[in-house]
Protein backbone atom coordinates (compact mmCIF):
# COMPACT_ATOMS: atom_id res chain seq x y z
CA UNK A 1 0.00 0.00 0.00
CA UNK A 2 1.23 3.49 -0.82
CA UNK A 3 1.62 6.41 1.92
CA UNK A 4 2.28 10.38 1.17
CA UNK A 5 3.69 11.80 4.46
CA UNK A 6 3.80 16.15 4.91
CA UNK A 7 5.27 16.38 8.15
CA UNK A 8 4.78 20.37 7.72
CA UNK A 9 1.61 21.09 9.45
CA UNK A 10 1.68 24.81 8.35
CA UNK A 11 4.35 27.70 6.71
CA UNK A 12 4.20 31.37 7.05
CA UNK A 13 5.96 33.60 4.55
CA UNK A 14 6.16 37.41 3.33
CA UNK A 15 4.74 38.34 -0.04
CA UNK A 16 7.57 37.62 -3.22
CA UNK A 17 9.45 35.18 -1.56
CA UNK A 18 9.96 31.66 -2.15
CA UNK A 19 8.19 29.04 -0.30
CA UNK A 20 8.87 25.18 0.00
CA UNK A 21 7.57 22.18 0.92
CA UNK A 22 8.59 18.80 1.86
CA UNK A 23 6.32 15.94 0.74
CA UNK A 24 8.05 11.74 0.90
CA UNK A 25 5.78 8.82 -0.24
CA UNK A 26 5.87 5.39 -0.26
CA UNK A 27 5.24 2.72 -2.78
CA UNK A 28 5.90 -0.53 -4.09
CA UNK A 29 5.18 0.63 -8.00
CA UNK A 30 8.35 0.64 -10.38
CA UNK A 31 6.46 3.19 -11.78
CA UNK A 32 4.55 6.05 -10.36
CA UNK A 33 2.92 9.52 -10.59
CA UNK A 34 2.97 12.25 -8.11
CA UNK A 35 0.85 15.57 -8.17
CA UNK A 36 0.23 18.65 -5.97
CA UNK A 37 -3.25 19.99 -5.63
CA UNK A 38 -4.18 23.44 -3.15
CA UNK A 39 -7.45 23.59 -1.51
CA UNK A 40 -8.75 27.29 -1.48
CA UNK A 41 -10.47 28.93 1.37
CA UNK A 42 -14.13 27.75 -0.44
CA UNK A 43 -13.00 24.46 -0.16
CA UNK A 44 -12.28 23.71 -3.98
CA UNK A 45 -9.18 20.93 -4.26
CA UNK A 46 -7.11 23.04 -7.76
CA UNK A 47 -4.33 20.79 -9.50
CA UNK A 48 -1.10 22.30 -9.64
CA UNK A 49 1.69 20.52 -10.78
CA UNK A 50 2.55 16.64 -12.17
CA UNK A 51 5.91 14.44 -11.42
CA UNK A 52 6.34 11.49 -13.48
CA UNK A 53 8.51 9.03 -11.72
CA UNK A 54 10.57 8.11 -14.92
CA UNK A 55 11.63 11.52 -15.92
CA UNK A 56 15.06 13.00 -14.45
CA UNK A 57 13.62 16.46 -14.91
CA UNK A 58 11.77 18.43 -12.17
CA UNK A 59 8.47 19.86 -13.50
CA UNK A 60 7.85 23.26 -13.58
CA UNK A 61 4.40 25.02 -14.40
CA UNK A 62 4.53 28.98 -13.87
CA UNK A 63 5.69 29.90 -10.68
CA UNK A 64 5.42 26.31 -8.88
CA UNK A 65 8.47 24.27 -9.06
CA UNK A 66 9.45 20.43 -7.96
CA UNK A 67 12.39 19.38 -6.42
CA UNK A 68 12.38 15.49 -7.58
CA UNK A 69 14.51 13.51 -5.36
CA UNK A 70 13.61 9.84 -6.27
CA UNK A 71 16.38 7.87 -3.90
CA UNK A 72 14.68 9.98 -0.77
CA UNK A 73 10.97 9.17 -2.30
CA UNK A 74 10.37 12.85 -2.03
CA UNK A 75 8.73 15.16 -4.15
CA UNK A 76 9.40 19.01 -2.90
CA UNK A 77 7.12 21.91 -4.11
CA UNK A 78 8.53 25.18 -4.42
CA UNK A 79 6.75 28.45 -4.65
CA UNK A 80 8.71 31.47 -5.69
CA UNK A 81 7.56 34.79 -6.10
CA UNK A 82 4.53 34.07 -3.62
CA UNK A 83 1.11 35.99 -3.79
CA UNK A 84 -1.49 37.02 -1.00
CA UNK A 85 -3.87 34.62 -3.27
CA UNK A 86 -0.98 31.73 -2.91
CA UNK A 87 -2.52 31.23 0.53
CA UNK A 88 -3.90 27.82 1.31
CA UNK A 89 -3.71 24.48 1.95
CA UNK A 90 -1.47 22.42 -0.17
CA UNK A 91 -1.71 18.87 -1.01
CA UNK A 92 0.54 16.34 -1.88
CA UNK A 93 -0.76 13.00 -3.64
CA UNK A 94 0.31 9.75 -5.35
CA UNK A 95 -0.98 7.38 -8.13
CA UNK A 96 -0.82 3.82 -8.16
CA UNK A 97 -2.61 1.40 -10.47
CA UNK A 98 -3.21 -1.99 -8.98
CA UNK A 99 -5.21 -4.80 -11.28
CA UNK A 100 -3.32 -2.97 -14.46
CA UNK A 101 -5.50 0.10 -14.29
CA UNK A 102 -5.60 3.31 -12.36
CA UNK A 103 -6.79 3.38 -8.70
CA UNK A 104 -7.09 7.33 -7.05
CA UNK A 105 -5.13 9.41 -5.51
CA UNK A 106 -3.45 8.96 -2.13
CA UNK A 107 -3.32 12.31 -0.09
CA UNK A 108 -0.81 13.53 2.63
CA UNK A 109 -2.77 15.90 5.23
CA UNK A 110 -1.67 19.21 3.49
CA UNK A 111 0.30 21.99 4.37
CA UNK A 112 -0.81 25.42 4.95
CA UNK A 113 0.30 28.13 3.44
CA UNK A 114 0.01 31.52 4.67
CA UNK A 115 1.58 34.48 2.77
CA UNK A 116 1.33 37.76 4.21
CA UNK A 117 2.05 41.41 2.68
CA UNK B 1 -13.39 23.43 -19.25
CA UNK B 2 -12.11 21.35 -16.80
CA UNK B 3 -15.93 22.00 -15.02
CA UNK B 4 -17.30 19.02 -12.51
CA UNK B 5 -20.26 20.70 -11.02
CA UNK B 6 -21.62 19.33 -7.45
CA UNK B 7 -24.78 19.68 -5.92
CA UNK B 8 -25.90 20.82 -3.75
CA UNK B 9 -23.64 22.88 -2.67
CA UNK B 10 -24.47 22.13 1.27
CA UNK B 11 -26.49 19.52 2.44
CA UNK B 12 -28.39 18.99 6.19
CA UNK B 13 -29.54 15.70 6.85
CA UNK B 14 -30.82 14.13 10.25
CA UNK B 15 -29.11 11.37 11.97
CA UNK B 16 -30.74 7.89 10.50
CA UNK B 17 -32.23 9.78 6.86
CA UNK B 18 -30.81 8.83 3.53
CA UNK B 19 -28.50 11.27 1.71
CA UNK B 20 -28.00 11.59 -2.29
CA UNK B 21 -25.30 13.71 -3.38
CA UNK B 22 -24.85 14.32 -7.26
CA UNK B 23 -22.10 14.99 -9.63
CA UNK B 24 -21.49 15.58 -13.44
CA UNK B 25 -18.57 16.27 -15.51
CA UNK B 26 -18.85 17.35 -19.55
CA UNK B 27 -15.23 16.28 -20.30
CA UNK B 28 -16.01 12.71 -21.50
CA UNK B 29 -14.09 11.62 -18.87
CA UNK B 30 -14.19 8.03 -18.01
CA UNK B 31 -13.49 7.70 -14.40
CA UNK B 32 -15.35 9.57 -11.75
CA UNK B 33 -14.16 9.22 -8.08
CA UNK B 34 -15.38 10.40 -4.44
CA UNK B 35 -13.37 11.40 -2.26
CA UNK B 36 -14.21 12.39 2.02
CA UNK B 37 -12.84 15.19 3.08
CA UNK B 38 -12.76 16.30 6.89
CA UNK B 39 -10.74 19.22 8.85
CA UNK B 40 -7.24 18.38 9.37
CA UNK B 41 -7.19 15.08 7.22
CA UNK B 42 -6.17 14.03 3.72
CA UNK B 43 -8.87 13.23 1.29
CA UNK B 44 -10.01 9.78 1.53
CA UNK B 45 -10.91 8.05 -1.36
CA UNK B 46 -14.46 6.38 -0.90
CA UNK B 47 -14.96 4.80 -4.49
CA UNK B 48 -14.53 5.15 -8.02
CA UNK B 49 -16.08 3.80 -11.08
CA UNK B 50 -14.16 3.73 -13.93
CA UNK B 51 -16.50 3.15 -16.90
CA UNK B 52 -19.17 1.23 -15.79
CA UNK B 53 -17.37 -0.83 -13.37
CA UNK B 54 -17.75 0.72 -9.53
CA UNK B 55 -14.75 0.22 -7.17
CA UNK B 56 -15.44 0.72 -3.46
CA UNK B 57 -12.42 1.46 -1.07
CA UNK B 58 -12.42 -1.88 1.68
CA UNK B 59 -12.80 0.44 4.72
CA UNK B 60 -16.23 2.01 3.44
CA UNK B 61 -17.48 -0.53 1.34
CA UNK B 62 -20.75 -1.42 3.68
CA UNK B 63 -21.48 2.60 4.51
CA UNK B 64 -21.63 4.00 0.24
CA UNK B 65 -22.99 3.04 -2.46
CA UNK B 66 -23.08 4.89 -6.13
CA UNK B 67 -24.90 4.75 -8.97
CA UNK B 68 -23.54 5.90 -12.99
CA UNK B 69 -26.28 6.10 -15.54
CA UNK B 70 -24.25 7.72 -18.06
CA UNK B 71 -20.74 8.93 -18.48
CA UNK B 72 -21.30 11.80 -17.17
CA UNK B 73 -23.28 11.90 -14.39
CA UNK B 74 -22.47 9.89 -10.93
CA UNK B 75 -24.21 9.54 -7.29
CA UNK B 76 -23.15 9.05 -4.15
CA UNK B 77 -25.66 7.65 -1.68
CA UNK B 78 -25.79 7.18 1.80
CA UNK B 79 -28.20 4.80 3.43
CA UNK B 80 -28.62 6.29 6.88
CA UNK B 81 -26.60 8.73 7.76
CA UNK B 82 -24.48 9.18 11.31
CA UNK B 83 -23.06 12.07 12.97
CA UNK B 84 -19.47 10.99 11.93
CA UNK B 85 -20.50 11.62 7.90
CA UNK B 86 -20.56 14.72 8.60
CA UNK B 87 -17.70 15.73 6.09
CA UNK B 88 -16.90 17.71 2.84
CA UNK B 89 -17.50 15.34 -0.40
CA UNK B 90 -15.56 16.19 -2.91
CA UNK B 91 -16.00 14.67 -6.07
CA UNK B 92 -13.64 13.94 -9.29
CA UNK B 93 -13.16 13.01 -12.48
CA UNK B 94 -10.35 11.85 -14.60
CA UNK B 95 -9.47 10.40 -18.31
CA UNK B 96 -7.95 6.15 -17.58
CA UNK B 97 -4.41 6.08 -17.14
CA UNK B 98 -2.44 7.06 -14.66
CA UNK B 99 -0.47 9.91 -15.35
CA UNK B 100 -3.67 11.41 -15.70
CA UNK B 101 -4.71 14.29 -13.30
CA UNK B 102 -8.08 14.41 -11.30
CA UNK B 103 -10.37 17.69 -11.36
CA UNK B 104 -12.21 17.81 -8.62
CA UNK B 105 -15.29 19.83 -8.28
CA UNK B 106 -16.05 22.41 -5.18
CA UNK B 107 -17.77 19.77 -3.08
CA UNK B 108 -20.68 19.18 -0.93
CA UNK B 109 -20.84 20.31 2.68
CA UNK B 110 -22.67 17.64 4.43
CA UNK B 111 -23.79 18.15 7.86
CA UNK B 112 -25.95 15.49 9.57
CA UNK B 113 -27.95 16.45 12.73
Known amino acids: AQKVTQTQTSISVMEKTTVTMDCVYE???????LFWYKQTASGEIVFLIR??????ENATVGHYSLNFQKPKSSIGLIITATQIEDSAVYFC??????????????FGLGTRVSVFP | DTTVKQNPRYKLARVGKPVNLICSQT?????MYWYQKKPNQAPKLLLF???????READTFEKFQSSRPNNSFCSLYIGSAGLEYSAMYLC????????????FGAGTRLSVL
Open chain 1, 27 to 33: TQDSSYF
Open chain 2, 92 to 103: ASSRAGSQNTLY
Open chain 2, 27 to 31: MNHDT
Open chain 1, 51 to 56: QDSYKK
Open chain 1, 93 to 106: AMREVRNNYAQGLT
Open chain 2, 49 to 55: YYDKILN
